[in-house]
């Protein structure tokens, strides 16, 4: 089946929207990707019909939402191929899943000494509750540093690993290089050695089809809104092993099974972690994002991207003064670059006079960018409503750009 870019941009309104007299050119979905007409309407038809508290009320409106509620946790555990739907904690996002393991499993089970490897090309999300661990508890980060292409090799994990080590956190693709480290072959490794592994799928899971199990990682995350679906609402996937040794992160209604004065008695998983009213409308309408999502897959929406990756990494290539990072890449939706002499928010202020919209800055990646030894870069990154048109816009506006300060 050939995938239908037209047709699906068709599902996303804001592509028709004007920025600054031009048509709108949305190259920032690694940040952000925007929400096709089925969550869109979905979520209006839920709020407008069906919404209340969930896991409360006995009366219709809590029943509907509750069910749409729970329905949507089996939508992300079929789609995450997990064993059991009890293993799917909705968050508010991936970085709340990150502190949620931290705060949860690695403050409770590890102590002052053990260590944590991550890699240089983390986002800070899977960089900073880390550090609170150091500073709080005493633990060891170890780094693993890849090459500018993103690239590692297994020998530097497994010179990293001692019998110290309690945990291995890394991304599944870096939101600056668009590298993909081999997951599986660090998960591997890393389980030969009991330890247990995380995994950051924020950009990883809106590119490639994910399956838990036969990943066999231990912790896996993402966030709704880089996935089209709302913003305020991301899953932590955690093996029940691991879910029935951690303590709850926050405490409040729907988490305990009984309060009294002296004691209280928590819930089981899921619902030990998800303290308070939750996302209601987010979860929901991230089942609704990951149904259309899987059914773009099925319709060619993998080789849709190749091709339109590759486009996007043979026509910034032939820019002149441009340095691309991770340019090995070419298979990636994302592009990072700067152009020389030129400083990246002044490129992306410039372009989006032309409707243009691209992310400049750190990109939450301070150890990344020391790495590199930069300060700030610009990136493009594709979405599934990416066509050929947005890439030529793009070009041309940086040309432009670059013209602009000859
Ligand atoms: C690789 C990676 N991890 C984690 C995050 C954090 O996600 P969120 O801001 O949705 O919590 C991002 C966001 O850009 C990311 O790109």
């Not at 839920?46 to 509907?64: A, I, K, M, Q």
């Not at 896996?220 to 093996?239: D, R, T, V, W």
Request: with cysteine.
């Amino acid at each position: 089946m050939t995938f239908d870019v037209e047709k699906t941009r068709k599902d996303f309104p804001i592509l028709s929207r004007e920025i600054q007299g031009n048509n709108l050119t949305y190259l920032d979905n690694a940040a952000s990707s925007q929400k096709p007409i089925d969550v869109l309407e979905g979520i209006k038809q839920f709020e407008s019909n069906d919404y209340s508290n969930v896991h409360r009320g006995l009366h219709t409106l809590s029943v509907l939402s509750t069910s749409a509620y729970e329905e949507s946790r089996k939508i992300v555990q079929k789609f995450l191929n997990a064993k059991s739907f009890e293993e799917i904690i909705f968050t508010s996002g991936g970085t709340d899943s990150v502190n949620l393991v931290a705060s949860s499993y690695a403050d409770e089970h590890l102590s002052k000494g053990d260590e944590i490897i991550i890699t240089t090309m983390e986002h800070h999300a899977n960089i900073v509750p880390w550090h609170f661990l150091r500073e709080r508890k005493g633990v060891q980060i170890k780094w693993i540093d890849c090459d500018q292409n993103g690239k590692f090799d297994i020998n530097q994990f497994e010179k990293a690993i001692t019998s110290k080590t309690k945990l291995i956190a890394v991304t599944q693709m870096s939101n600056v290089l668009g590298a993909s480290p081999d997951i599986k072959n660090i998960i591997d490794l890393s389980h030969s050695q009991g330890i247990p592994v995380l995994i950051d799928g924020c950009q990883g899971v809106v590119h490639e089809k994910i399956d838990v199990q036969d990943l066999d990682c231990d912790f896996y995350l993402f966030s709704g809104h880089k996935l089209y679906g709302p913003n305020g609402i991301g899953i932590l996937y955690a093996k029940s092993q691991y879910l029935d040794r951690m303590r709850p992160w926050r405490g409040g209604g729907d988490m305990i099974k009984y309060v009294e004065k002296e004691n209280i008695t928590y819930n089981d998983a899921p619902n030990k972690f998800e303290a308070g009213t939750p996302n209601i409308t987010g979860a929901v309408g991230l089942g609704m994002a990951i149904n259309y999502f899987e059914k773009k897959i099925k319709e060619g929406l993998f080789d849709h991207e190749l091709k339109i990756s590759n486009y996007l990494h043979n026509q910034i290539k032939t820019v002149k003064g441009i340095v691309i990072y991770g340019e090995e890449n070419i298979d990636s939706p994302i592009v990072t670059f700067n152009v020389e002499g030129q400083h990246p928010h002044d490129i992306s202020t410039i372009i989006d006079n032309y409707g243009v919209a691209i992310r400049a800055g750190q990109h939450c990646c301070g150890p990344l960018m020391d790495l590199l030894g930069i300060n700030a870069s610009a990136r493009a990154s594709i979405a599934m409503y990416t066509n050929q048109q947005d890439i030529d816009n793009f070009i041309e506006a940086l040309e432009r750009s670059i013209a602009l300060f000859k």
